[in-house]
């Protein structure tokens, strides 16, 4: 059985930040519904990120942040759209969980990437908001 830990660490100091890994798995514990529930897991948290940034408080002030928004925007679509082929393959049993481990470490990995640009983006808005 893997734990929730394996997959998602909260650090203390900023509760906001949701850590994905993969790298806890052994091969008798990897199967595809496995995967697949880390992966739908991911996808929540994804669609979460996009609707932060689709709130008004997000809202780009200069062409920069709107620049910046767009990207991050764009980034998570990227996510969804890899996160989804996966998760479609693994249902229909394409293949292997073993076969998508790497490239489900590289979407954790985006993920985590993407979310620290958005809580910086978060930031800079709320920074802005103030500061006016």
Do not use: W
Request: aromatic residues 8%; proline residues 3%.
């Amino acid at each position: 059985m893997v734990s929730l830990s394996s997959f998602c660490c909260i650090p203390k100091s900023n509760p906001m930040i949701v850590s994905h890994k993969i790298d806890d798995f052994t091969p008798s514990e990897l199967n595809n519904t496995t995967l697949v529930t880390r992966l739908e897991r991911n996808l929540k948290d994804v669609h979460q990120l996009r609707s932060k940034l689709n709130s008004y408080s997000c809202e780009p002030q200069t062409y920069s942040l709107f620049e910046r928004i767009e990207s991050l925007k764009n980034g998570l679509e990227n996510l969804i759209r890899s996160d989804q082929e996966i998760i479609t393959a693994l249902k229909e049993r394409k293949k292997s969980a073993k076969e998508y481990v790497e490239r489900a470490k590289q979407q954790y990995s985006e993920f985590n990437k993407l979310q620290q640009g958005v809580e910086e983006y978060m930031g800079l808005t709320r920074s802005r908001y103030i500061h006016t």
